[in-house]
């Protein structure tokens, strides 16, 4: 049980599980909500994906990051690999788009908030909404790409 690569593959896992899991879990919450079109469910499903990226999403990215690169020196990888460079450059983009609609889920919040107050969801709120919807599609295939490339390790080139 003391073996280095057995240990940083089990937490590579279920980091990758915890990180692909909550993205799952929070855009069906979020869009299920958002689909009710309540503005005071919005703002809480709003609130708490935004606590789920704090809790989950980003550490997990962050411990993906750092036992993917410890598993590469252990198993003596070279990490210009055709799979390693694809799987990196996917997860690259998977983050890139998730910065994007972390960002977009704390102004859904906002537009929330504001139309609890006011009574009807925005034109900006719906544009915005519209937006993180679309960039959850290229995170979403990218960590796919990148469970296949971790499975099966392929030369790409």
Known sequence: MSDPYLWLKWTHILSATLLFGTGIGTAFHMLATHRRGNPEAILIAAKNTILADWLFTAPSGIVQLATGAGLIWVAGHDPAESWLVAATALFALAIACWVKV???????????????????????????VRLWFILGWPAFFAFLAVFVLMVFKPTLW
């Open 102 to 128: 972390a960002q977009l889920q704390y102004r859904i919040r906002d537009l929330a908030e504001a139309a609890r107050n006011a009574g009807a969801l925005s034109d900006s709120y719906h544009r915005t």
